[in-house]
């Protein structure tokens, strides 16, 4: 009888341990998941690098394109076997015969062709002439007849609205002129193959004005085409 007791006993103890490990299973399973999840939120993903605002555009606006600054002109080649002077007593006996004082760029060289002139009959407009079929223009500022390439000439000429004869030819200026019957961006296409490369020309469309750069002869040649232009339609019967 006491043996059948002690059975019983250790029969009922084995069910509740058997029951308290089948309780805390689920529990135990609940508790690595949460600390699984929780790992997984605790581990931040790597995020994309962001642009910085500045190297975003704005969406509708358009991008500024900035044209790199053009190379320094480079003077023309002079053949070595045409015929050359030295150009520094040239350049000092114009200035004794025509009263003018010169500045030139130094990469004008010391000595230059002609074109077939003869030294002792260059004059201070021939002289200027030389220089342009060299490739080389010139100025008058503060005195100083200034000379530049040619590609340089566009910074610098003066404005001269009215004509002077005592200008030489080849002497470059500037000089605006206004339209009244005829708008001047439809003078730009006719007037530009008139005009050399080294020259400039531009329209103020609303204000009916052009721009032009040249020699002051090809200046007052393009002055009297504006004004041969500008004129009043004829009148329709």
């Not at 076997?81 to 500045?103: G, H, Y």
Request: proline share 11%.
């Amino acid at each position: 009888m006491q043996l059948t007791r002690h059975r019983f006993v250790c029969a009922l103890l084995l069910l509740t341990v058997a029951i308290d490990v089948a309780a805390q299973a689920p529990r135990q399973s609940n508790q690595q998941g949460q600390q699984g999840q929780q790992g997984q939120q605790g581990v931040q993903q790597p995020q994309p690098a962001q642009q910085p605002p500045f190297a975003q555009p704005a969406q509708g606006q358009p991008l500024l394109v900035v044209p790199a600054a053009p190379a320094a002109p480079v003077p023309p080649r002079i053949d070595p076997d045409l015929p050359m002077v030295e150009l520094l007593p040239l350049l000092e006996r114009v200035e004794r015969s025509a009263n003018k004082k010169f500045l030139a760029d130094v990469r004008l060289g010391s000595r230059i062709y002609l074109g077939g002139a003869e030294p002792n009959d260059v004059t201070y407009p021939v002289l200027l002439a030389i220089l342009r079929l060299n490739g080389w223009a010139t100025f008058e500022s503060e005195g100083y007849v200034n000379i530049v390439p040619d590609a340089n000439i566009r910074f610098h000429a003066p404005v001269v609205q009215t004509d002077d004869a005592s200008i030489p030819p080849d002497l470059y200026v500037t000089r605006v002129l206004t339209t009244v019957n005829i708008g001047t961006a439809q003078l730009v296409p006719i007037l530009r193959p008139m005009m050399p490369q080294s020259a400039h020309l531009a329209a103020h469309p609303d204000a009916n004005k052009l721009i032009v750069m040249d020699r002051y002869e090809n200046v007052q040649r393009i002055t009297e085409v504006v004004r041969s232009l500008d004129v009043a339609a004829p009148a329709r019967n």
